[in-house]
């Protein structure tokens, strides 16, 4: 496994560098195999992205490895945006959004993360427990821009409870 934290040295995004560590994966026991997907993560590649992809939504995946997966998939950077998206389309739950929307958060200025994201803080379809935490995150997320997302999302939502959970997040950040 020693090989395997010099190939995930910080800053080596190779294609082959991910292959080599992928080829791995059948092999790696325990802890080893957290080691190979944090060593993939730092590949910056594209192939290494879509094995973590492939890793979270593996139903014969241990559960613990999914979830780090899922946790280590923002750490690619705008590519992984469209997999995190992917994610929350094949398991939309309240877990998943607690990791999809920091993740996206990341990267609210690619407008497929935006719209995700505006569209978990506003849409009725949505569980409101997932609303009221990104509705929380917005501020964070989209800073300024925030104000007006928070606005229309009162305006528009016209139940007391959604509104009543806007207003206090609108006077601590504006």
């Given at each position: 496994?020693?090989?395997?934290?010099i190939?995930?040295?910080e800053?080596?995004?190779?294609?082959?560098?991910?292959?080599?560590?992928?080829?791995?994966?059948?092999?790696?026991?325990?802890?080893?195999r957290?080691?190979?997907?944090?060593?993939?993560?730092?590949?910056h590649?594209?192939?290494?992205?879509?094995?973590?992809?492939?890793?979270?939504?593996?139903?014969?995946?241990?559960?613990?490895?999914?979830?780090?997966?899922?946790?280590?998939?923002?750490?690619?950077g705008?590519?992984a945006?469209p997999m995190?998206?992917?994610l929350?389309?094949?398991?939309?739950?309240?877990?998943?959004?607690?990791?999809?929307?920091?993740?996206?958060?990341?990267?609210a200025?690619?407008?497929?993360?935006?719209?995700?994201?505006?569209?978990?803080?506003?849409?009725?379809?949505?569980?409101?427990?997932?609303?009221?935490?990104?509705?929380?995150?917005?501020?964070?997320?989209?800073?300024?821009?925030?104000?007006?997302?928070?606005?229309?999302?009162?305006?528009v939502?016209?139940?007391?409870?959604?509104?009543?959970?806007?207003?206090?997040?609108?006077?601590?950040?504006?």
């Amino acid at each position: 496994m020693e090989a395997v934290q010099i190939l995930g040295k910080e800053g080596i995004a190779d294609d082959r560098i991910a292959d080599i560590l992928i080829s791995r994966w059948p092999y790696a026991e325990g802890g080893h195999r957290s080691d190979l997907l944090k060593a993939l993560t730092r590949s910056h590649t594209e192939s290494g992205a879509a094995f973590l992809l492939e890793r979270a939504l593996d139903p014969e995946e241990e559960m613990e490895m999914r979830n780090i997966a899922v946790t280590l998939l923002p750490n690619f950077g705008e590519v992984a945006v469209p997999m995190i998206i992917e994610l929350w389309r094949e398991q939309p739950s309240y877990g998943m959004a607690q990791i999809v929307v920091p993740g996206l958060g990341r990267f609210a200025d690619v407008p497929a993360a935006r719209e995700l994201l505006v569209e978990l803080a506003s849409s009725p379809k949505v569980d409101d427990r997932i609303r009221r935490d990104t509705l929380g995150l917005i501020p964070v997320i989209f800073k300024k821009e925030g104000y007006e997302i928070l606005m229309q999302v009162a305006a528009v939502d016209q139940r007391a409870d959604i509104v009543r959970y806007v207003e206090p997040i609108l006077t601590a950040y504006y």
